[in-house]
């Protein structure tokens, strides 16, 4: 079985049970080239806290009156922060930050108050520093982007990402996201298309257990692998699962099984297999059963901050490097340091000369 899976393979995958499971799991190790576990040192810096859309999942967003809500960090902030983390050994600069947030008028006021018309450009600005006073990499996450704003950002960040989350616009009308007008999934995946006309080394993945079918999970997985196909640019994809916090408007939904993310993790794996994609599984939302994943084909763990907190999952602390060493070698596999662009993208076709002087001080 390779990665030519269709519609079908996956279901049968999804819907595995007992012995076939782990006729699968043997399946993902035939793929494996080594037995590296990849993860990137990153900071987590939440530019603002206030977003256009209403997710039932999310913990990040805040309401502008909230007086704990990050309104806008200001420019010296950043920096401060980015300097603690260069003394961590961080290498990447991960800035998120809710979507469209200058459509709320408090923060079209503190976009004014520092000097700058529209988020991008403050954006921009914040990349562009980030490689001008520390040796520290930007990667954004911030939402949907047109695709002239994607130029902008491609020249200061050596990749970015966007969750798809799922294909399905059903999905539009359930909790999940029916009040989340970014999440509709055409908009993600244009976002995503234009990603790859620009070149930009990109970060994706599917969130299961908000209310979609399987069908809909080989949908999305689906709908991914063809961007990947026609242009080259997704490095790696995250298969991530729902979690319920308290406070959530989702919060009594039940979690997805643990064989569900092993089923999924193990059908991201062989539709991938032949395209050199890495699969991502997030340790901190999976701190009992992190290592599993490994069996089924996840070579990533992705950003692992020993600085910031994952802000968006707030309740799920990042596992220590050592730790995280720890369970990757127990499940006899070697842990490695990246960067937040893959080695295959690090050239001139894909990155300018800024961004590859900046990566050059971490080869």
């Known amino acids: 079985m390779t990665s030519n899976l269709n519609k079908e393979d996956i279901l049968h995958i999804l819907n595995a049970t007992d012995s076939e499971i782990i006729e699968?799991?043997?399946?993902?190790?035939?793929?494996?080239?080594?037995?590296?576990i990849t993860y990137s040192k990153n900071i987590f810096i939440p530019l603002t806290e206030i977003c256009r859309n209403d997710c039932g999942y999310c913990n990040f967003k805040k309401n502008p009156d909230d007086p704990e809500a990050i309104i806008l960090k200001r420019k010296e902030e950043v920096l401060a922060d980015l300097k603690e983390a260069e003394g961590y050994g961080c290498k990447e600069a991960l800035f998120t930050f809710g979507e469209d947030a200058d459509e709320e008028e408090i923060v079209q006021l503190k976009l004014a108050e520092y000097g700058y018309e529209k988020m991008i450009d403050y954006v921009v600005?914040?990349?562009?520093?980030?490689?001008?006073?520390?040796?520290?990499?930007?990667?954004?996450?911030?939402?949907?982007?047109?695709?002239?704003?994607?130029?902008?950002?491609?020249?200061?960040?050596?990749?970015?990402?966007?969750?798809?989350?799922?294909?399905?616009?059903?999905?539009m009308e359930l909790p999940a996201h029916n009040k989340s007008p970014g999440k509709n999934p055409e908009l993600r995946l244009e976002t995503i298309r234009n990603a790859g006309k620009l070149k930009i080394p990109y970060t994706t993945g599917i969130l299961i257990g908000i209310g979609e079918t399987k069908e809909e999970i080989a949908e999305s997985l689906l709908a991914?692998?063809?961007?990947?196909?026609?242009?080259?640019?997704?490095?790696?994809?995250?298969?991530?699962?729902?979690?319920?916090?308290?406070?959530?408007?989702?919060?009594?939904?039940?979690?997805p099984s643990f064989l569900d993310m092993i089923r999924t993790v193990i059908a991201g794996t062989l539709l991938f297999a032949d395209s050199d994609v890495s699969i991502q599984v997030p340790p901190n939302l999976n701190n009992d059963t992190a290592q599993i994943f490994l069996l089924c084909g996840a070579d990533d763990w992705g950003g692992v901050s020993p600085v910031s907190p994952d802000y968006v999952n707030i309740t799920s602390p990042w596992p220590g490097i050592d730790e995280l060493q720890k369970l990757t070698e127990d499940a006899g596999f070697e842990l490695t340091e990246r960067l937040c662009v893959y080695e295959k993208y690090i050239n001139s076709e894909w990155l300018n000369d800024t961004l590859l002087t900046s990566i050059s001080e971490h080869q």
């Open 224 to 255: 991914i692998k063809e961007l990947s196909d026609e242009y080259g640019h997704i490095q790696e994809v995250i298969i991530q699962n729902f979690t319920p916090i308290p406070g959530i408007e989702m919060e009594s939904w039940p979690e």
């Open 125 to 171: 600005d914040i990349c562009q520093m980030t490689l001008d006073e520390t040796t520290l990499i930007p990667h954004t996450n911030g939402g949907n982007y047109s695709y002239d704003d994607l130029k902008r950002l491609k020249e200061v960040n050596a990749s970015m990402g966007l969750m798809l989350e799922n294909s399905s616009n059903r999905l």
């Open 24 to 36: 699968y799991m043997a399946e993902t190790v035939k793929y494996r080239e080594n037995n590296l």
